[in-house]
């Protein structure tokens, strides 16, 4: 039976240990860290690329959560002009239509105060 033998396996354990003991803890992901200046701070160059990489998936991210949130805003925004429009134009065919009866009313009491009138001039003028 072939097994391992004692000292690779220390050899492969002293190998980890120096590689992992080597690199540099990667900082966490967040809008103070994801700075160019934070990011060429990073000495080692697997670590700073691989967080390099995680800052912008995290600014994709946060980009796309941006617009949509303005897309939101922008359609209640464009619902509510909708419905302000909608009541301006319910209040002005209101007002129209108030001005056009009033309009009717005040023709119609002239017209009949001139008939009144011509009336009266008939009556005197036959009497």
Known sequence: MNTIKPKYLVGLMMVAAFTTACS?????????????????QIEDSETRDKFSDECFDYRMEQGKEKASNLMEQGADKAEEMYDDGVDAAEDMYDSAADTAEDMYDDTADAMEDGADAAEDEMDSATN
């Open 24 to 40: 540099e803890k990667m900082p966490q992901v967040n809008d103070q860290n994801c700075t160019q200046t934070s990011i060429n």
